[in-house]
Every structure is written in structure tokens, then in C-alpha cells.
């Protein structure tokens, strides 16, 4: 079992550029979410989804898009690449209890010049 | 606001104790999570309190009192392998995690 697998591992991007990473699980868990860290700030949430088919607005949602069209799949797009997107992102998801464990992805770091 | 409050780094030797304290305002409550997180890695899972008191798993406890919005994790006999930062997040009424800024601990031998 793989758990939460996230591609690429790394990024550099021209900045107006179009990107997606990508983020599998083979946990069966609905709940997932896309999560940015920078240095000397806490996790901060982009998008999440309750279940396949259905998606909402984090924390930081602007310039980024999500997709839920199955269980197991959960894209994060950026349509047009910002060097402020420059960031680590951490894709996540959750058991079927609100207060199950998030498990987290090994992290995609980007870099947008 | 929501905020969460735990220091910003720490320091201490191997095999002693160490306490790192977590302040938090959230719009409701449902428990709060303490996640490590090596450097370069992603945070993996450590501890999930709910209810007033202490709980404890091995080397590590963690503690909770939900009136003064305080939690602590305590960590003992400390290894090398615990340099880490340890990051307190609250779940809010949402269900959704408030994460803080990590404390970032260095265990010297």
C-alpha cells in the first residue's frame, strides 16, 4: 500500500506558465486536500473535497484550481504561474470521521521563476 | 480570528525532557492534532486530543485543557531523531485544521 503519492517531486516553472501537480491515494478516504507551507508560516489550506464530485475553497485559493472526478485522484492546477506560488505543497486526505487523522503526501516543492 | 501560539524554536539535550506549549483561538472546537514534521518531509501524525487531560503514547504525551485553550506535547528521554519541528493544529467547527508555525526542536548530544 502506497498511501499518498504526489508528482512531480520537484518544480521550476517559468512564471505564466501552466502547471498541475498531481496527488493519487489508495486509501479509499473521500476527504482530500491541498495544502501550501512556507518558511515561518503554519499549513495553509488551498482547496479541499468532502467527496469524489465535489470540491471547496480553502484558505488561499487564488490562482489555483482542483478537480475531484474519482476517489482516489485529487489535481491541483495553477492556470498561469505567479513566483509568489513558489512554495512546498502538501497533498492530504482524511478517514470518514471528521476527526480522523489527515495523512499527508511526500510534499511537491516548486519553484516559479 | 483564529490564531495558534507555540514557540518558534527550542533547544535541548539528548535524553532529557521537553515540553512545547500551544495556545490556540479557534471558532469552535473539535479536538487538536500534533503532527511532526522532519526537515524536507511531510508531517506525519502523532497525537489527537478531544477531551481534557493527558494522554499518553511511549515517549511521547500530549495534554489538553479545552477551557484555557492550552495543549503541550512532551516528549522524554530524548533521541537525536526527534529534531523535528512539531506542529499543534486545532480542528474548528468546520472540521477543518488551523495550523500553526511549527516549533522547531534541536536536540543537541
Known amino acids: 500500500i502506497a498511501g499518498i503519492t504526489q508528482a512531480p517531486t520537484s518544480q521550476i516553472l517559468a512564471a505564466g506558465r501552466r502547471m498541475t501537480l498531481r496527488c493519487t491515494q489508495d486509501m479509499r478516504h473521500n476527504a482530500m486536500y491541498w495544502y501550501r507551507q512556507d518558511l515561518g508560516l503554519g499549513l495553509r489550506l488551498i482547496h479541499y473535497?468532502?467527496?469524489?464530485?465535489?470540491?471547496g475553497k480553502g484558505e488561499v485559493p487564488d490562482g489555483y484550481s482542483v478537480s475531484r472526478a474519482n476517489t482516489d485522484d485529487f489535481p491541483l492546477t495553477l492556470a498561469s504561474a505567479v513566483p509568489s506560488q513558489t512554495s512546498v505543497y502538501f497533498c492530504?486526505?482524511?478517514?470518514?470521521?471528521?476527526?480522523?487523522?489527515?495523512?499527508f503526501g511526500p510534499g511537491t516543492r516548486l519553484t516559479v521563476l | 480570528g483564529q490564531n495558534i501560539d507555540q514557540p518558534t524554536e527550542m533547544t535541548a539535550t539528548e535524553g532529557a525532557i521537553v515540553q512545547i506549549n500551544c495556545t490556540y483561538q479557534?471558532?469552535?472546537?473539535?479536538?487538536l492534532f500534533w503532527y511532526q514534521q522532519h526537515a524536507g518531509e511531510a508531517p506525519t501524525f502523532l497525537s489527537y486530543n478531544v477531551l481534557d487531560g493527558l494522554e499518553e503514547k511511549g515517549r511521547f504525551s500530549s495534554f489538553l485543557s479545552r477551557s484555557k485553550g492550552y495543549s503541550y506535547l512532551l516528549l522524554k528521554e530524548l533521541q537525536m531523531k526527534d529534531s523535528a519541528s512539531y506542529l499543534c493544529a486545532p480542528l474548528d467547527s468546520n472540521y477543518q485544521l488551523i495550523w500553526g508555525a511549527g516549533t522547531k526542536l534541536i536536540i543537541k548530544p
Open positions: 492530504a486526505s482524511r478517514g470518514d470521521r471528521d476527526t480522523d487523522t489527515q495523512y
Open positions: 473535497s468532502n467527496t469524489a464530485g465535489t470540491t
Open positions: 479557534t471558532s469552535g472546537f473539535n479536538g
